[in-house]
């Protein structure tokens, strides 16, 4: 019921920055947190950085001073801005958001294709 989109991704040397949009679109009644993880080559998929519809934001610390989460309530969209990235940055990176949608009143979680971030050395 929920679909989420995701763009920007791209490839870039280390040191330069990258920014990702995500947006949601479908028979949504609110969305409450979203959220970036990322999963890199032989690795598990890991959290970013999340954002709730208060704008409370949460990021894991291999990012902390680097990125930045933002959203747009009314559009349904959030962003992050990555700044000073790293060849360690490279992975796939998903949008998620939680969510109530369609027929079901209870929150689910919501996942988007991914898009790739590469960065050089």
């Known amino acids: 019921q929920v679909q989420l989109v995701e763009s920007g991704g791209g490839l870039v040397q280390a040191g330069e920055s990258l920014r990702l949009s995500c947006a949601a679109s479908?028979?949504?009644?609110?969305?409450?947190?979203m959220g970036w993880y990322r999963r890199a080559p032989g690795n598990q998929r890991e959290l970013v950085a999340t954002?709730?519809?208060?704008?409370?934001?949460n990021y894991a610390d291999f990012v902390k001073g680097r990125f930045t989460i933002s959203r747009n309530n009314a559009k349904n969209t959030v962003n992050l801005q990555m700044n000073s990235l790293k060849p360690e940055d490279t992975a796939v990176y998903y949008c998620n958001a939680v969510a109530k949608a369609g027929r079901w009143l209870d929150e689910r979680d919501y996942w988007g294709q991914g898009t790739q971030v590469t960065v050089s050395s």
């Open positions: 479908g028979t949504i009644f609110s969305i409450n947190a």
């Open positions: 954002i709730t519809s208060g704008f409370n934001t």
